[in-house]
């Protein structure tokens, strides 16, 4: 059987979850209210678009679809080269958000005034990444979340079970193309959660 890269487990070697349940999603958005209004939509995006903390900190003001409520990132994880070597143009996804994600990131950094200007291709974060996962761990801390799950991949990894355990799950394909995935062959690892989630879809065909 082919080993599945450890970027894509859904759990440890050990069994342990790597992962955010629903509720432990719902705690860190609770807890990053505590946070400075920026620090704060850092831990926002994160979790409505499931991208990656470096695509977020990477992220402007013009990469925010204001008419389209949506986010476009580049995908940081695509190769840059082709299979002969040669370089390949940078590639960037279409991320559908709340419209209250957008609304608040206009309020705290006026994406609205700024695009189209000099201001509007500056990166909206200016931490490092180190800085941005001593936020992620210590909103994670303030919201009670142990484990090694505790971290962006599990927030990230977490985005990718809510969409498929949701009411109206995504389909794969659509999931694949929102987390910057080569192939659906990847997305396909959130089909195999078990816990919770999965009980409420047995719920659900039961009838409870």
């Known amino acids: 059987m082919r080993e599945i890269a450890p970027e894509m487990r859904l759990y440890s070697p050990d069994g342990d979850r790597l992962y955010l349940t629903a509720a ?21 995006v994160l979790h409505d ?14 990469r925010v679809r204001v008419e389209t409520a949506s986010i476009t990132f580049r995908s940081l994880k695509k190769r840059s080269t082709d299979k002969q070597g040669r370089a390949k143009q940078p590639q960037y ?4 958000v709340p419209e209250r994600l957008i609304d608040q990131l206009d309020l705290v950094f006026d994406v609205r005034r700024v695009q189209g200007t000099a201001a509007g291709s500056a990166r909206l974060w200016s931490m490092s990444r180190p ?53 659906t062959k990847t997305t396909e690892i959130y089909l195999q959660v078990i816990g919770q989630e999965e009980r409420e879809l047995f719920a659900g065909a039961w009838g409870e």
Request: aromatic share 6%; proline share 5%.
């Open 24 to 44: 432990e999603r719902k705690a860190f958005i609770a807890a990053a209210g505590a946070e400075s209004p920026e620090d704060r939509l850092f831990c926002y």
């Open 131 to 183: 800085t941005a996962y001593r936020l992620i761990k210590r909103v994670m801390d303030r919201a009670g979340i142990e484990g090694k799950q505790a971290t962006g991949k599990g927030l990230r990894h977490g985005y990718g079970v809510a969409m498929v355990t949701a009411a109206r799950p995504l389909p794969i394909h659509v999931l694949a193309k929102a987390m910057g995935h080569s192939s």
């Open 49 to 62: 678009t499931g991208c990656r903390p470096s695509e977020a900190l990477a992220l402007t003001a013009d």
């Open 93 to 96: 996804r279409n991320v559908p």
